[in-house]
């Protein structure tokens, strides 16, 4: 078959789909805002797409989101004419449909068949939205509004859509009965065979230090250090848990920028923020035992996994972080904020530790009792490395369901 990829930072959620497409022999093109120029990259051709220069117009801020979107689509939709007037005439497409590109692909190819990566559909109630009144506001009614005119470019895609596929039954049953018929849950999958414990990991920071299974190391990683993922959480419940535990290091991963939700005041970071908010009420000897380590390859972050004594992952109810289940895979000891979509992955006293997402003091009660407890972690571990095992590796599970998927879609 002829398959084309759309995603304006492939390969995205389909690093390992689009990949084993071209593999099994199928013609895949992939068309993106990553690259300058066409590439080739596993056997897929990848193209570039450009946005042009927009002269400024005044747009109602609740179609701002949807201006962008319409934007990309454009781009995409040009791109593609070329593609077809090149001879290229896709069998199915398998679209990000997020932030807008597939919108008018079927206008260049009718007869294809489109399937979108469904991540997330916008609600306006609880706990989708004001989940945190800190950082989230109990909606208002206006912005219930602006929210509906935010699902726009998924009403638009429902229409267009022959199937979709989602990563959690959280993130599908967002989206409405009208299109949720379609969506097959199906994880990206994790490399199991590569994710695995291993009594003699080490880790060496940036100060030459290396940390080893015999430290008491307490790990926590965003993509960003932000509301959404609970750093706020996480950084308030440090100064009781640095004293507390005397002989423990706490590392930390995560950008300085925003993915999720708002911004903080100009000039300000989230991890800024909640570093001077803490900081005060830390003894500086305590302080030298945090470790912020920014972005760090994924050779280090799968190393910084394996050395983890107890990891803690917070999230509002949202998209789940595949941190979560990488850690799982190497039989991490977790404790977890109860919430969707966790609840999916994690059993309370099963397979990690669950605490209410605002509960600091349970969070550093839970972490010091796992701590304290090291053949609880391992039952934990192992129990938490068997469910990865069995119901996402990416080889026997996920990625066999991701091609059944697009061989029912074309």
Not at 25 to 52: E, F, I, M, S
């Amino acid at each position: 078959m002829k398959i084309l990829f759309i995603h304006q930072n492939f390969p995205g959620q389909f690093k390992h789909l689009a990949p084993a497409l071209a593999k099994l022999g199928h013609q895949t093109v992939a068309l993106t805002l990553r690259v300058d120029k066409p590439t080739n990259w596993n056997g897929v051709r990848v193209l570039p797409y450009k946005l042009k220069a927009r002269q400024g117009q005044n747009v109602h801020p609740w179609l701002i989101d949807f201006d962008t979107k319409l934007t990309r689509a454009e781009a995409c939709y040009h791109e593609a004419v070329k593609l077809r007037e090149a001879g290229f005439t896709p069998d199915i497409i398998i679209a990000h449909h997020g932030w807008g590109e597939s919108l008018f692909l079927k206008d260049v190819w009718p007869n294809a068949k489109l399937g979108l990566y469904c991540e997330l559909y916008h609600q306006a109630d609880y706990p989708h939205t004001g989940f945190d009144p800190e950082f989230q506001p109990v909606i208002k009614p206006v912005e219930a509004l602006r929210l509906r005119m935010k699902n726009l470019n998924n009403h638009e895609h429902f229409d267009i859509a022959d199937a979709g596929i989602s990563p959690t039954h959280f993130q599908a049953d967002t989206f409405p009965a009208e299109f949720r018929d379609k969506i097959t849950v199906c994880h990206d999958g994790i490399h199991t065979d590569v994710l695995t414990p291993d009594e003699n990991a080490s880790l060496t920071l940036e100060t030459g230090e290396t940390l080893t299974r015999d430290d008491e190391l307490i790990t926590f990683v965003n993509r960003n250090l932000e509301p959404y993922r609970g750093y706020h959480i996480f950084m308030r419940a440090l100064p009781r848990l640095l004293k507390e535990r005397p002989n423990a290091k706490v590392l930390i991963v995560g950008g300085d920028d925003v993915s999720y939700g708002a911004r903080p005041a100009k000039g300000l970071t989230w991890k800024q923020i909640f570093i001077d908010e803490v900081r005060g009420s830390i003894p500086t000897k305590d302080w030298q035992r945090v470790h912020f380590l920014g972005r760090i390859p994924y050779d280090k972050f799968q190393s910084l996994l394996k050395v983890s004594r107890v990891h803690v992952y917070l999230t509002y109810p949202f998209v789940l972080s595949w941190s979560l289940f990488e850690t799982m895979s190497v039989e991490g000891a977790i404790v977890a904020s109860k919430t969707a979509p966790v609840e999916e992955a994690i059993q309370h006293g099963v397979n990690g530790r669950l605490v209410d997402f605002f509960d600091k003091d349970a969070l550093v009660e839970e972490t010091c009792r796992l701590l304290d407890a090291p053949e609880e972690r391992a039952e934990l571990g192992r129990a938490a490395r068997k469910l990865i095992v069995e119901n996402y590796d990416l080889a026997s599970t996920c990625l066999p369901k991701q091609l059944e998927w697009v061989n029912a879609l074309a």
